[in-house]
């Protein structure tokens, strides 16, 4: 395991009394590419290991502390505009990822920071959400036809919303996953088991289905600009999760939602990285999983983190393609590949004419 975060959550104290100043160097870099220096500000102050870390890593430490603070009054704000929004709207409105974690009071979400706002509706209130999202400001962000289009034929989320003077970002959801995909992952489980927060319009998942949620969220995708920073928030929920609930809450969580395979690639992944014990009971999810997938994750991660592997950019563009199979299909990504390559060859085609234009509008007078 290469990631210097990825070490110092797994054994906090351990990697305290044995980092060079190196390895303190590697790590604020990549906390803070990552967005993790907040948390593990607080990971340091519970492990009572404060007193361990360099005087100079501190300082990195606590500005991250300080910002993820500020983050917070930020979404408190934005979040008493929302409930003027949903309030008696009869929406049955759920956050979930980040917002919830930090609402829902867990503590791993203390100087946990991040970008936007993410809302989960039924299909049927989805138009509604939208609609009173709209008249109360939120905007969609400029982009191609296209890439609407693909927003609203493929995905699970309409495109981006942002207030038009806060500039707050709303995700609203109307799935789990893309409903391009052939992962049927249902929705209405988790819905079901919503709690509404006290004095709130919203609710948020039960512990067991938010980790379910994180699981399908890290194990589906195509991206990997987050992925040290979501290995640690998956770390930290799940034993969290484990305090709040049981390892049947999990994975009946799993079943009922129909994701049995991404969280038990989630499991076996948490063994791999932080050597969790996993009850004799995970085999329950095992039928629904691949081992060749299993494998291929694992693998794909193990480079990931591995800046110096000779697979590392490889593997780069095998998550890539993995995560864009698993939310389209070989027949949808070939459409969306080929679409999208015409449109950007004509959004350069464009732009090149435009600047020629420009050039000559410029060029002087006695130039050839």
């Known amino acids: 395991m290469k990631s210097e975060c990825l070490a110092f959550v797994r054994a906090p104290a351990g990697y305290c009394q044995t980092a060079t100043l190196k390895q303190w160097t590697a790590f604020i870099e990549e906390a803070r590419q990552y967005a993790l220096l907040g948390s593990c500000y607080f990971l340091a102050q519970d492990a009572g290991i404060w007193h361990l870390i360099p005087e100079q890593v501190k300082n990195h430490l606590i500005s991250g502390f300080h910002y993820a603070e500020k983050?917070?009054?930020t979404l408190l704000n934005e979040m008493l505009e929302l409930e003027?929004?949903?309030?008696?709207?009869?929406?049955?409105?759920?956050?979930?990822?980040?917002?919830?974690?930090?609402?829902?009071?867990?503590?791993?979400?203390?100087?946990?920071v991040f970008s936007d706002i993410d809302l989960l509706v039924p299909d049927s209130h989805y138009a509604l959400a939208l609609q009173m999202l709209k008249d109360a400001g939120y905007l969609e962000f400029t982009m191609s036809a296209y890439d609407r289009r693909y927003y609203l034929r493929w995905t699970h989320q309409h495109p981006p919303l942002t207030h038009f003077l806060r500039g707050a970002n709303i995700d609203l959801h109307h799935h789990l996953f893309p409903v391009s995909s052939n992962e049927d992952i249902l929705i209405e489980p988790l819905i079901g088991h919503a709690s509404v927060l006290p004095g709130s319009a919203f609710s948020t998942p039960s512990p067991a289905y938010l980790f379910m949620h994180a699981a399908v969220h890290l194990f589906y995708q195509d991206e990997t600009h987050k992925l040290v920073k979501d290995l640690v928030d998956l770390n930290l929920l799940y034993r969290e999760v484990m305090a709040r609930q049981s390892f049947t809450d999990i994975l009946q969580a799993a079943e009922k939602s129909n994701a049995q395979a991404a969280v038990f690639y989630a499991l076996n992944t948490l063994?791999?990285?932080?050597?969790?014990e996993l009850p004799t009971e995970i085999q329950q999810l095992a039928p629904a999983a691949s081992r060749y997938r299993l494998w291929q994750m694992q693998f794909l991660l193990t480079h990931l983190l591995d800046h110096?592997?000779?697979?590392?950019?490889?593997?780069?563009?095998?998550?890539?393609?993995?995560?864009?199979?698993?939310?389209?299909?070989?027949?949808?990504l070939i459409y969306h590949s080929v679409a999208k390559s015409i449109e950007q060859f004509k959004e350069r085609k464009k732009l090149g004419k435009k600047q020629r234009e420009l050039d000559a509008q410029t060029r002087p007078g006695d130039a050839h």
């Open 71 to 73: 983050q917070k009054i």
């Open 84 to 112: 003027k929004i949903f309030e008696g709207s009869n929406v049955p409105a759920v956050l979930v990822k980040g917002v919830a974690y930090r609402l829902d009071g867990y503590a791993f979400a203390r100087g946990r």
């Open 271 to 276: 063994n791999q990285l932080f050597a969790i």
């Open 308 to 332: 110096a592997s000779f697979w590392h950019s490889p593997a780069h563009f095998f998550w890539f393609v993995r995560g864009h199979l698993l939310k389209m299909g070989p027949l949808t």
